[in-house]
């Protein structure tokens, strides 16, 4: 095992101890030192795929934040890495997107920022935020090192750390089940945000479990309180959690199905399902015919006209 990967599994192994501790006695100084050894540990399995993948006439080639021109022994013109300072989470990131390699940023992001805070001294996430935050780390450790690392979790981390992640996950897989079949049960006014509620996300932590206060049960577009953060939050919030779902090309289903609704002008007409995310506008018939609008007219069109009539405008006032 390298360097890079033994320090990776050391940090990861040392957080996961604190986690556990942190989650037994509450205690802060757990929660800090969780938080900056499982965050650099995760880097440090980054880094390993960098290197894995960098060249064999240059393994820190990938890693290394700063890369120069130079001639091989045959005049031909080669990338090589030089300085001290390796790549950091920004490098990492831009260097994974170019290579096409995927990872959940939206988590690592908000983990990134909570170890910023904690190494200045002030987060407004609680102990009990910012250990649920981490648990969704362990889902991305077991996707990273099986699929990217292609090594079986266990044999690499050690089966008493790998034991307690999957114990982890399967908590997350539980309360996340709980909620799908609540999610089930409530009452929205636009029916692709009914069908689609599992990719609704808390603004304020990121975390995407949730319940609903009796209260709240039976009513239309009911208020979500956040399982992590226990923030509480309406309709107009999460409805757009939904709606950026849609939006994002890292969504591997992605396809361009949003358009500019003629009725609002928000970048969120569902053209496939007919139906407007943020408006809940079904009106996408020309204003002139009455023909159902084609996509290719769909954005920018606030005059709410079909391609043939648009043309036929066009003929007038050439003739004009």
């Not at 170019?98 to 940023?105: P, R």
């Not at 450790?141 to 266990?154: A, K, M, S, W």
């Not at 361009?256 to 995310?277: F, M, S, T, V, W």
């Not at 018939?285 to 391609?307: A, F, W």
Request: with cysteine; proline share 2%.
């Amino acid at each position: 095992m390298n360097t890079i990967l033994k320090n990776a599994v050391s940090s990861i192994q040392i957080g996961v101890e604190d986690f556990k501790k942190a989650e037994k006695n509450k205690s802060s100084d757990r929660v800090i030192s969780a938080v900056r050894n499982i965050y650099a540990g995760i880097l440090l399995l980054f880094k390993e795929k960098l290197q894995r993948l960098s060249p064999s006439y240059d393994k820190e080639l990938l890693i290394k934040s700063k890369n120069k021109y130079v001639k091989d022994t045959n005049g031909n013109v080669i990338v090589k890495s030089y300085g001290n300072k390796t790549v950091n989470f920004f490098d990492i990131k831009e260097r994974f997107e170019s290579l096409n390699i995927d990872v959940n940023w939206d988590v690592m992001e908000k983990i990134q920022k909570i170890r910023n805070d904690l190494e200045h001294y002030f987060t407004s996430s609680t102990e009990e935020n910012i250990l649920q935050i981490l648990s969704n780390t362990f889902i991305i450790l077991d996707d990273f090192i099986v699929r990217h690392l292609e090594e079986y979790p266990g044999d690499l981390l050690g089966n008493i750390t790998w034991d307690y992640i999957i114990n982890k996950k399967e908590i997350y897989i539980k309360l996340k089940n709980e909620w799908e079949k609540q999610s089930n049960s409530l009452n929205f006014s636009n029916r692709v945000i009914a069908e689609n509620i599992e990719y609704a996300y808390c603004p304020d932590c990121g975390f995407d479990i949730f319940f609903v206060d009796d209260s709240e049960k039976k009513q239309e577009n009911p208020k979500l309180i956040c399982k992590a953060c226990g923030n509480e939050f309406g309709y107009e919030k999460y409805k757009y959690t939904i709606i950026k779902h849609f939006s994002s090309e890292d969504n591997e289903d992605y396809e361009k199905d949003l358009y500019d609704c003629p009725c609002c002008g928000e970048r969120a007409y569902h053209y496939e399902e007919n139906i407007c995310l943020s408006c809940d506008s079904e009106d996408n018939n020309c204003c002139k015919c009455g023909k159902k609008m084609e996509k290719t007219v769909m954005d920018g069109n606030m005059d709410q006209e079909c391609s043939d009539c648009m043309d036929f405008d066009r003929a007038l006032e050439k003739d004009d």
